[in-house]
C-alpha cells in the first residue's frame, strides 16, 4: 500500500509561487507519480507527472514554461514549483501514484498522463490565485 504525504499549498496574488509537496511512502521501484487538479465545477486535470526511478515528465500545456517538477532522489519526495500563478491555477491540487509499471519508453512516459493509471491518491492542498 502506497500513502502520500502532501504538503504546500496555499494564497498567493497573481504572478505569485508556490512549492508542493509529495512523499510517497512504500513507493514501488518503478511507477507514474503525478499531480492533478480540480476547480470547482470542473473535471479533474492533469497537470505534471514523472516515471519515477529515472524517467521522463510530462507538463500540461496550460503550465509549461510555468511549472517545474522534482524529485528527490533519496526520499522519492516530489516537488512542483509553481510560478508566475494566475487566478485559472486555482484548484485543489492531488498527488497520485500509479502501481508499479514498466515502460518500453521511459524517457516519454505517455502513460502517466492518464488518471485512470493511477491507484493511489493523496487528500489534496488547496492552491488559491487572487487577481
Known amino acids: 500500500q502506497v500513502h502520500l504525504v502532501e504538503s504546500g499549498g496555499g494564497s498567493v496574488q497573481t504572478g505569485g509561487s508556490l512549492r508542493l509537496s509529495c512523499q510517497p511512502l512504500?513507493?514501488?521501484?518503478?511507477?507514474?507519480l503525478g499531480w492533478f487538479r480540480q476547480a470547482p465545477g470542473k473535471g479533474r486535470e492533469v497537470v505534471a507527472n514523472?516515471?519515477?526511478?529515472?524517467?521522463?515528465?510530462n507538463y500540461a500545456d496550460s503550465v509549461k514554461g510555468r511549472f517545474t517538477l522534482s524529485q528527490d532522489d533519496a526520499k522519492k519526495t516530489m516537488y512542483l514549483e509553481m510560478n508566475d500563478l494566475k487566478p485559472d491555477d486555482t484548484a485543489m491540487y492531488y498527488c497520485?501514484?500509479?502501481?508499479?509499471?514498466?515502460?518500453?519508453?521511459?524517457?516519454?512516459?505517455?502513460?502517466?498522463?492518464?488518471?485512470?493509471?493511477?491507484?493511489?491518491w493523496g487528500q489534496g492542498t488547496q492552491v488559491t490565485v487572487s487577481s
Open positions: 512504500n513507493p514501488p521501484t518503478k511507477y507514474c
Open positions: 497520485a501514484a500509479s502501481a508499479t509499471v514498466f515502460l518500453l519508453d521511459p524517457e516519454s512516459p505517455t502513460y502517466c498522463l492518464a488518471d485512470d493509471n493511477y491507484m493511489y
Open positions: 514523472i516515471y519515477a526511478g529515472g524517467g521522463g515528465t
